[in-house]
């Protein structure tokens, strides 16, 4: 019983990192991992359909094209229960307080503590239920 | 004898003698004669002259002779000479011509008519014929030899060697002859080749060498006197002949010789003067003579040396002198012979004539010379005997004359005492008249005499000598008249001399019985009687009469000798009149001098002016006392007094200011303007003071008027009745005049002084107005001083009113009770009725003439009371000081006893009240001013600070905002390098895991190769990691940098933060390095309140100021050889409304270039991985920004480093706004 993550981030680097932290996961069967490099590509997979359950997005803010803050609004328009946790370098009061009030479940700065997002991902509730 | 008359005629010499025509002196009385000086004169003069003479006549005689001798004795020397040398060249020239002629010979044959045998025989024959010839040889018409015989070698024929270029055949051919130069064989022996050409065409040459020994031998034989010698030279001037052939064997060169010279010159035909005396070859001196050998051209030199040829001359010359000598002896014998012969007559007569001059008339000169000299002689004797004759004449008249003389020496003697009399006692009549009739009787042989006065038709006797007593009684009863018949009666009418012979005998006498004739016969008993008129300018003024009591008329001498007297009489009289009057004037002028001196010594001041005018006064107008009275108004004040008695001072003092008495003399002046005089002031009815009390009789008042005003009048007394003299009311009036002039001078000065004073007292107040701007204490204080001093007041206030409330500001002379009761004093409202209250009712100046009079006083009003009892207050002025129509204060002034102020003084205080008020009005714009500017002045100081927090600020942020929007690009790119380092890691290590059995199955080597390789890149994979960390703590760092003021602020403890980061820094560095150790100091200020800060961040700056400063003395300990100890401390204190923290290590310290720099971002001087560069901007950025504090450093290299922060209690100016 596997489930989705979506990673978006203009840094292609993220996706590799993230396939090698996930490797075992991915072995397993646990996390499918998909990527978008903009809020535009992620926003277009979206309407489409992602294979296996989607459980979470991940989205950087500072991006080229639409931030990460607006895709967080606009996701929240199509996928309103869609749990989507901010990924940044930029650790200011301003952007956290924006990404709670946008819907967002949780405000991770990087470099990704990758053995707290894990536990944070064990903790999403289609995970608990699935 | 002219040269014993140089002196001229009776020309006076300078030894004091007269030196008549003849030269002979006489002597002056006196004067002595020297005898020999006189005679050596004369005699010398003689000797002189005639050897003189005869010496030059011998002289020149000789000298001529000695040079014509010398002339004669040359010319002979020389023409012999040259006769010598004539003959001897004639001698040589034969030589040679007969040589010549010889060789001829040979030439008449033609070389084609005879054979060369023949020729020979020709040759040897003539070598034979002629010894000198040596070798002769022949040579053909081309030149060639055909033959030559010699003495010396063997004949040779035909050799046929070719001449035909020798001189010796082409100069023969061409002259015929040839005469070849001299050269010798052997060295001794002198040749000559003597060449000769046949007449023929083709008769060739004969070449004859000639031995010319023979002119050798010729030379030798000339003799010339001892050392004489002959010589030849040739053409050219060299040596041929010579006794000391070794001079010609050396070839010498005559030619330079001067008279070789001249003898070639001569042979050239040129005018040549020949040469009489030369020099030899050996340079002797030589008469030299010359003769040339013609067909050679040759020179014959004959020569003497000199001093041989002129030894007969010297000889002739000392022969001379000898003559010269004798003939000097001879002359000089004849000289003395002559000039004795001459001068002792001369002797004779000068001694005569001296003894003449001298006074020995008797005496006769005996010369019996027979000449002129006896001539002379006996005149000078008829001279003398003469001269005899015409003394005793003389003596006879001098004896006469001396008579004469002595008489009139007596007269004049007497003249001379008696105006000796006049001139010793001026004035003193008497005794000129004593010493006059004293003379007269002496020198006329009077018996007495009598001098009158004539004064007014009365005789009045005023001089009597030697009178018989009851005679002078008789006149000296009373002055009378006298009858016109009487002498003196007849000398008034006439005013001629009259002389009486006798008056006895006369019928005045006899018949008239003439009282005053009776008294001269029977009281004087005179007889013959003088009396001589004194008149001045045709006036009769009185009589000089002597007596005789034998009849014997006077002489004319002795009558003119008392009408001198009488006439030096008059001038006497009139003398003594003259000085008293002078004396009388003198005195006025040194009386008003005196006054003058007085007045001009003491400016301003009457009193003594008044005073000596008085004394002078009464002095010089014989006054008992004077007084002299000053008038104001209607009264007079009696100012001074002089020699008046004292009750009589003592009543005018107590009367004080009066008013004159009516048809008093002051009265009488103040109506009149006039002088006032009386005779005698106790006739009038009423006696006056001065009458009463000083016993007044005669008085002079003389006014005191200034431009028809009387100012007052100067009064003198007498206490006799006398009345004053016109010059004596003259004197008092012009000392009143002057009194006018001091007091008018006293008034004016007295004017000048206050005007003065005021204006000194205005401008002290204005400087110090001006020298202190707006301090109101020593302006008033200045003012209120001035204003006593000048209204002669002894207290003073100076009060402000603030809403009709005063207050004393300044006091000035206040008693201390007064003070103390002022001091107690609160703001007072002015109670009325009082001065003050008046003041400011009516706004101006009110001037009371006596608190103690005020009713306020009389009703025990307190202050009122407090004023006239403690400040002794009585006449009183109050001053208002008005602003803008209101009185804002006053200036008060007292005075301790009743007496006004003047209008002046008031003036003074007013316009010192007017100063007073411009001086608050300024203080207080200044002051306006002063706190404007100090405002100002702030408020800019501030700005400027402001202004550079925020130049500050901004270079900083923009460097924060830089410095954020790098660390973000970094961080991102840094992150993935730390996470696939890390994940690397991971997957090695599981590499390492699932390959494991795999490895296992390899041989050992292979394996152990793998896990060598795992290993490294596992060690590689960590080291990337290390370095990201490093690279990531930066670029936190620079985001914290930027992030700021996002911590809380919180009110904490500055100590106990210190005290930890201090703690936490110090096992920071420890936990690096084990052997670190330092001592840490901390001075805490306990006192210290908490103030409010962002702890995290004040935390992080103590944290970066403690890391630098350990870093700074572990690198001083790294290069210190043990003796350094390092030491940080730390300092808090509270400092008016800040804190400050200093943090001060002994470490490296901080070089200046750093120090500028060193707050930058990036800037450190750590190496590499040490430092960020972003600790001291950091620590800036919270210190300045976010909390508006201050942070500053101190440093000197290798002593210390110091940080300063300050941090304000109250933030203000720039917030931390990023």
Not at chain 1, 92 to 109: I, N, S
Not at chain 2, 52 to 75: K, Q
Not at chain 2, 469 to 476: M, R
Not at chain 2, 595 to 624: H, W, Y
Request: glycine letters at 8%; a negative charge.
């Amino acid at each position: 019983m596997s489930v989705s993550i979506f990673v978006v981030d203009d840094e292609p680097d993220v996706a590799d990192l993230f396939r090698q932290r996930f490797r075992r996961e991915m072995r397993e069967g646990k996390y499918v991992l998909h990527f978008a490099l903009s809020a535009a590509e992620a926003l277009e997979k979206l309407q489409g359909e992602i294979e296996p359950h989607l459980i979470v997005m991940l989205s950087d803010i500072n991006m080229p094209g639409m931030d990460g803050l607006s895709l967080l609004q606009e996701i929240k328009k199509l996928r309103p229960d869609l749990p989507v946790m901010m990924v940044t370098a930029y650790d200011d009061a301003e952007r956290r307080q924006k990404a709670k009030a946008y819907g967002a479940v949780d405000f991770l700065t990087k470099p990704v503590d990758f053995d707290f997002l894990k536990a944070q991902l064990s903790q999403l509730p289609s995970i608990s239920s699935a | 004898m002219s040269g014993a008359a140089d002196d001229g005629d009776h020309a006076r010499s300078t030894d004091g003698r007269v030196v008549n025509a003849h030269g002979t002196d006489i002597p002056l009385p006196g004067t002595t004669v020297t005898e020999p000086t006189v005679r050596g004169r004369l005699f010398r003069k003689y000797v002189a002259l005639f050897v003189g003479v005869v010496a030059a006549a011998l002289l020149a005689n000789g000298l001529f002779e000695i040079w014509f001798s010398y002339r004669e004795h040359e010319d002979a020397l020389i023409r012999i000479q040259r006769e010598q040398a004539q003959a001897a060249a004639a001698k040589i020239e034969q030589f040679v011509q007969e040589i010549q002629n010889q060789i001829g010979w040979t030439t008449q044959l033609p070389w084609s008519a005879g054979t060369l045998e023949q020729r020979r025989f020709d040759a040897l024959r003539l070598l034979r014929q002629v010894p000198a010839i040596t070798e002769l040889s022949q040579l053909d018409a081309t030149g060639h030899e055909q033959l030559r015989v010699s003495r010396l070698a063997m004949d040779v024929v035909g050799s046929n060697t070719d001449f035909s270029h020798d001189p010796k055949f082409t100069e023969a051919v061409a002259h015929k002859v040839y005469y070849g130069p001299v050269y010798f064989r052997r060295e001794s022996e002198p040749y000559m080749t003597l060449a000769l050409a046949g007449t023929r065409r083709d008769a060739g040459v004969s070449v004859a060498e000639v031995n010319l020994k023979f002119i050798w031998d010729v030379v030798s034989q000339i003799k010339v006197g001892d050392k004489g010698l002959a010589y030849v030279v040739d053409g050219g001037g060299r040596l041929i002949a010579h006794p000391d052939i070794s001079l010609v064997l050396r070839n010498t060169d005559l030619s330079r010789l001067s008279q070789v010279r001249a003898a070639r010159a001569g042979a050239a035909g040129e005018a040549a003067e020949p040469v009489r005396v030369a020099r030899d070859v050996q340079g002797r001196e030589v008469l030299t003579a010359a003769a040339p050998i013609s067909p050679l051209g040759w020179f014959m030199f004959v020569e003497l040396p000199i001093n041989e040829a002129y030894a007969p001359l010297y000889a002739s010359i000392e022969r001379s002198a000898a003559l010269l000598a004798a003939g000097l002896v001879l002359a000089f014998l004849a000289a003395l012979l002559l000039a004795r012969r001459m001068v002792v007559p001369i002797q004779a007569l000068r001694a005569g004539a001296a003894r003449l001059g001298g006074g020995d008339l008797g005496q006769r000169i005996a010369i019996k010379t027979g000449d002129e000299l006896e001539a002379l002689a006996n005149q000078f004797n008829d001279m003398a005997g003469r001269l005899e004759e015409s003394y005793a004449d003389l003596e006879k008249k001098v004896d006469d004359r001396t008579k004469e003389l002595t008489e009139s020496l007596e007269q004049q003697t007497a003249t001379s005492e008696v105006l000796g009399v006049i001139s010793r006692s001026p004035g003193d009549l008497d005794s000129v008249f004593n010493s006059m009739l004293q003379n007269a009787n002496r020198i006329c042989g009077a018996d007495f005499g009598v001098m009158v006065l004539y004064e007014n038709e009365f005789w009045r006797p005023v001089g009597l000598r030697s009178t018989p007593p009851k005679f002078a009684e008789w006149l000296l009863a009373e002055p009378r008249r006298w009858d016109p018949e009487t002498a003196l009666g007849r000398l008034e009418a006439t005013k001629q001399l009259v002389q009486i012979d006798d008056v006895k005998a006369e019928s005045l006498y006899h018949d008239r019985r003439d009282p005053s004739r009776v008294a001269f016969v029977e009281l004087a008993g005179a007889r013959t009687f003088v009396a001589v008129p004194m008149l001045k300018e045709d006036e009769l003024i009185g009589a000089f009469c002597i007596f005789r009591r034998e009849v014997r008329p006077f002489t004319g001498k002795q009558i003119a000798l008392v009408q001198s007297f009488a006439s030096q009489a008059v001038i006497a009289i009139e003398n003594a009149r003259l000085l008293s009057e002078l004396r009388e004037s003198l005195e006025r002028q040194t009386a008003t001098s005196e006054v003058l001196q007085v007045i001009s010594s003491s400016p301003g001041e009457l009193k003594p002016v008044f005073d000596a005018m008085l004394v002078n006064a009464t002095r010089i107008c014989e006054a008992a006392f004077g007084v002299v009275h000053l008038r104001t108004g209607d009264t007079f004040v009696s100012a001074a007094h002089i020699g008046a008695p004292a009750e009589l001072v003592e009543f005018h003092r107590r009367r004080g200011a009066f008013k004159p008495l009516p048809g008093g003399p002051l009265d009488t002046i103040l109506r009149t303007g006039k002088v006032f005089h009386s005779a005698d002031q106790a006739a009038d009815e009423t006696p006056s003071s001065e009458a009463r009390l000083g016993g007044a009789r005669a008085l002079l008042a003389v006014p005191m008027i200034k431009e028809n005003e009387l100012l007052g009048a100067m009064i003198i007394y007498r206490q006799e009745v006398r009345p004053f003299g016109d010059k004596q009311i003259a004197l008092v009036e012009s000392f009143a005049a002057q009194a006018v002039i001091a007091i008018e001078n006293a008034r004016l000065l007295g004017e000048l002084r206050e005007s003065l004073d005021q204006q000194t007292a205005t401008s002290e107040v204005l400087h110090v107005i001006s020298s202190s701007p707006g301090e109101l204490k020593p302006v008033f204080d200045a003012m209120l001083a001035n204003a006593l001093r000048l209204c002669e007041a002894h207290m003073g206030l100076m009060v402000v009113a603030e809403d009709g409330m005063f207050r004393p500001i300044t006091t000035r002379g206040v008693p201390p009770q007064f003070a103390e009761f002022l001091g107690r004093l609160p703001p007072f409202k002015p109670p009325p009725g009082t001065g003050t209250y008046q003041m400011m009712q009516e706004k101006k100046t009110i001037h009371v003439p006596d608190a103690a009079d005020m009713q306020t006083y009389r009703d025990g009003v307190v202050l009122a009371k407090a004023f006239v009892d403690l400040g002794r207050a009585r006449t009183s002025l109050f001053v208002p000081m008005m602003k803008d129509g209101e009185v804002v204060g006053a200036f008060q002034i007292y005075r301790p006893e009743v007496r006004p102020f003047t209008d002046k003084q008031i003036a003074i205080v007013e316009s010192f009240s007017s100063q007073a008020v411009i001086a608050i009005e300024n203080a207080r714009l200044l002051n306006e001013i002063r706190t404007a500017r100090d405002t100002a002045e702030k408020a800019l100081a501030d700005l400027r600070t402001a202004q550079a927090s925020l130049v500050q600020s901004e270079k900083m942020a923009s460097l924060g905002q830089l410095t954020a929007g790098i660390a973000h690009e970094i961080k991102n790119p840094l992150n993935f390098v730390n996470n696939f380092a890390k994940l690397s890691v991971e997957l090695l290590d599981e590499l390492k895991e699932t390959a494991a059995p795999g490895l296992a199955a390899l041989d050992p080597g292979k394996r152990e190769e793998v896990d060598e390789l795992v290993t490294m890149l596992t060690g590689n994979l960590d080291k990337i990691g290390e370095h990201g960390r490093r690279a990531d703590n930066i670029v936190k760092s620079m985001l914290a940098h930027s992030r700021g003021g996002s911590g809380d602020r919180q009110t904490v403890s500055i100590n106990a933060l210190i005290d930890e980061s201090l703690n936490l820094a110090y096992h920071g560095v420890r936990a690096q390095d084990k052997d670190f150790n330092v001592t840490l100091e901390r001075d805490f200020d306990s006192t210290l309140q908490p103030i409010e800060v962002v702890p995290q961040d004040i935390t992080r700056v103590f944290l970066n100021l403690f890391g630098n400063g350990f870093y700074a003395v572990r690198q001083r300990q790294k290069r210190s050889n043990g003796g350094y100890r390092p030491v940080v401390k730390v300092t808090t204190r509270e400092e008016d409304g800040r804190v400050a923290i200093h943090i001060r290590d002994n470490g490296i310290g901080i070089p200046p270039d750093v120090k500028k720099k060193m707050f930058e971002p990036f800037f450190t001087t750590k190496p590499t991985g040490e430092g960020t560069g972003l600790g001291l901007s950091i620590s800036y950025d919270i210190v300045t920004q976010q909390h508006g504090g201050s942070i500053s450093v101190d440093s000197q290299v290798d002593e210390f480093t110091e940080f300063t922060i300050q941090l304000p209690r109250n933030r203000h100016g720039v917030a931390a706004t990023t």
